[in-house]
């Protein structure tokens, strides 16, 4: 009993300590790329954290269905399945981390699982070099299974029970979100900085050859992807912080891309658009559901180009924040293929964030978000782009900088589909609460 004891309050002391590469709390808003770890090392030492969220919703949508086959889910208020998430942060030597997350329980999974892992280098202590040594002093090397540094707005976005970082309830509508095994190299000399990765192009390792159909322009390779950004970060003054940058992530072909499919903990919008006929096996067969949990479509409200192959995506970003008023920009393009398709097709996106940040530590705030993507998707059926639109407005209010509450009121809608697509004259609007605790 006494070990028991003795156990749990070890447990509870690493979690109340748990310092994430970015905070896991508040102090994490508006931290991009980690910072160079200073931690001095004295001995073996493993750290624990993690992220809760629960949300009530109330949205209704709609169509111009005229079949069963283009029905939607039934959709009711209540409350939606809770989403948690573990980080371990493991001291192994000086300069020398291991850190890896684990999906205690998502809207996609109910069962716990590991999302990915990697070593950070910020120091080489086992080989004694001036010179490596000078290097080290703006240089971070990740190896290991981690989120691609492509873009800004996967630092903003919430990853299942993580979700304390970004103000509004969901992800952008083309949430560009992968986590690959490969490296990453991070330069950062004053106010400038810059990334370097090559991974695998893949979430689920593959080491079998393609087999495309006779008429792919695939190679039937898995070739691996090459993410780059450069970018510019100053405080110039107390009040004022400006940040720019531009990022380019591209493959000839892998076969399983999961670039704008990569979120294994789906989407924050229960139900929204999701047919009410799902079909559960890749042959076709399978049961029917008028449910929102983990077996129904989890990728509600969001948009996945198909680039299952192929994809060339380029994202910028600018952030400014002057006192309490801060503004995140995104400005993306991307093309690309599926596996089997013939010609490349489009995607592009903008979006807008604007958030005012007010009381004492900016404990509360109220923003608002637009969102557009306007792309061509796959199949005979599209010969025009579609568009798609979302308007968000949000407020927020930190209790304590591991507590938030959020509220969004949202509106989409889905413009240019096919009348015999199921977005076709679509759209969802309502309420969405969320109870966030983060450490």
Known sequence: MKKSILLFAVLFTAFSSYAQLRPGDKTGINVFEAPKSDEEFEHLKIEFGGGFTAAFQALDHENKSTTDATKLMDLTGGFANPAANLGIKAYLSDGITLNMDVYLAE???HDTWVKGGFIQIDKVPFIKWDLLDLLMNFTTVKLGQFDVNYGDAHFRRSDGGNSIQNPFIENYILDAFATEMGAEIDLRLNHLL????????MLNPELTKLRPAANSKSN???NPSFIAKLGYDNQFTDDFRFRITGS???TKGSGSNTLYAGDRTGSHYFGVMDPYFATFNADGTGAT?????AESPSTSGRYAPGYGDKVTAMMGNLFLKYKGLELFGTLESAKGRGLNEQEERKTSQLAGDLIYRFGSSENFYIGGRYNT???RPSGAAFTEDVTINRIAVAAGWFPTKNLLTKIEYVNQEYKDYPTTNIMNGG???GVVFEAVIGF
């Not at 810059?194 to 192009?201: D, E, H, P, Q, Y």
């Open 107 to 109: 809207r996609h999974h």
């Open 194 to 201: 810059a990334s370097v990765s090559l991974t695998n192009g």
């Open 220 to 222: 039937g390779k898995r």
């Open 248 to 250: 380019i992530y591209t």
């Open 289 to 293: 559901t008028n449910s929102t949990s």
């Open 373 to 375: 993507v306007k792309s």
């Open 427 to 429: 759209k969802f609007n």
